[in-house]
């Protein structure tokens, strides 16, 4: 019985730096954007001469933030199903059709930038 209460401490401590660890990472990544160290200026414009508005970045970005959102909704309904229940808690499933989502958001995205860069190569040429 001794050594699993020892177990039980030693989980919520590491449970404890995770949390502690990622606060910090959070905090400091988002005092730098206010910092103006962490420029996001430029995040929805192509890197190329023009720096034309480009909408194949705001898809990726858009399809990623939904789904963090939406597998940290499930990590929290997962803790708390094993917190009712008192059954082993483990990472949720990726739903297939997330996965393909967010594969095809990407393949977009590098679909995009390869013909861009295509393009550029030709025009240099000619």
């Known amino acids: 019985m001794e050594i699993q209460w020892g177990f039980n401490l030693l989980s919520k401590f590491i449970q404890f730096e995770i949390w502690l660890f990622l606060v910090g990472l959070m905090s400091s990544v988002f005092f730098l954007i206010i ?8 995040l929805l414009f192509d890197k190329t001469k023009n720096q034309k508005y480009s909408p194949e970045r705001l898809q990726l970005l858009l399809f990623t933030l939904i789904f963090v959102a939406y597998y940290l909704f499930d990590v929290r309904q997962n803790l708390n199903t ?3 229940s008192s059954l082993p808690c483990s990472m949720p499933q990726i ?3 997330f996965l393909y989502a967010l ?6 995205y590098l679909w995009s930038k390869l ?4 393009k550029e190569r030709r025009s240099e040429r000619a």
Not at 115 to 118: A, C, D, G, R, V
């Open 35 to 42: 910092k103006k160290k962490i420029n996001l200026r430029g």
């Open 115 to 118: 013909t861009s860069l295509i």
């Open 103 to 108: 594969g095809g958001s990407n393949f977009a």
């Open 82 to 84: 094993c917190k009712v």
């Open 95 to 97: 739903r297939a059709e």
